[in-house]
């Protein structure tokens, strides 16, 4: 009897002496784990359950997942001196984790810091008005300029993109002022070149009649048959008027001082 208890005693505490020298740690799907061993780098640990003794070894977990970063409102000074708000979204993905924690003491930090000086670059070489009208293309410059320091960092930049741009309240307003200027001026030019069109077809239609009188005639009547309840009256020309009357008359005798003028 004694023999057991002794038996479990040191079941036991081999138990706790194993719990105190061993540890475990989990490595899920989505992550990598970084394993130093007395302080040396010594692999990278892939999803699974490893066990190791912590006072030799320790295991660093690194979430490889694509991960978003915003750059909150910058404010820049255009090329042109004018103070701008701008701010960057991005998203990134570990592809080398052992690069991203040696080769950096805070990887998060030096990626919101290449994109600040990125945006910060991008925005400083273009005035105001290039800004407007080249949003995208200074999207594709904030990536091109943050890919390799990133790269290098062992960290894949997917996507940088310009989220927005704040502009002083004076500059809006002109800003405004000149998008309805050019507006009402686009207005202006499609009406002039809409009354051209149509004194355009009013000349060639009155030289058309001039050409040709009845024409006119014409066009009213195929007016007046697209509208019921009109009276139509015609006018003849005199002209054609008396050979009508005088076409069923017989012709009048010679006068009577003629004929014995004659005889005579």
């Known amino acids: 009897m004694e023999l057991l208890w002794l038996g479990l005693l040191v079941v036991v ?3 706790l002496v194993y719990s105190r020298l061993v ?3 989990t490595v899920f799907e989505y992550e990598r784990g970084l394993r130093f061993h007395r302080g040396r780098f010594d692999r990278v640990l892939g999803p699974g359950l490893y066990r190791y003794m912590p006072r030799y070894t320790r295991i660093q977990r690194v979430d490889v997942r694509p991960t978003q970063v915003a750059v909150p409102g910058q404010e820049v000074l255009s090329a042109d001196g004018v103070a701008v708000k701008a701010s960057v979204a991005a998203t990134y993905r570990i592809v080398a984790p052992e690069r991203a924690v040696l080769e950096t003491g805070d990887f998060q930090a030096a990626i919101y810091a290449e994109l600040q000086l990125a945006l910060r670059g991008a925005i400083s070489a273009l005035a105001v008005e290039e800004l407007l009208a080249r949003r995208s ?5 904030l990536k091109a300029a943050t890919v390799e320091p990133l790269r290098l960092l062992g960290i894949e930049l997917q996507e940088a993109a ?3 741009i704040t502009f002083p309240g004076e500059l809006k307003k002109i800003f405004t002022q000149v998008v309805k200027a050019r507006q009402e001026g686009l207005a202006a030019l ?8 149509a004194l355009r077809n009013l000349a060639n239609a009155a030289q058309m009649v001039q050409r040709s009188p009845a024409l006119m005639q014409l066009r009213l009547l195929q007016v007046l048959g697209q509208q019921g309840g009109n009276t139509v009256v015609l006018g003849l020309p005199n002209t054609t008027a008396i050979p009508l ?5 017989e012709p009048l005798p010679p006068p009577e001082g003629g004929d014995s003028a004659s005889e005579t």
């Open 190 to 197: 499609e009406r002039a070149r809409g009354e051209t069109a």
């Open 162 to 164: 310009l989220r927005d």
């Open 137 to 141: 293309d200074i999207s594709s410059s």
């Open 13 to 15: 505490l081999g138990a």
């Open 245 to 249: 009357r005088d076409a069923g008359r």
């Open 23 to 25: 540890a475990a740690v």
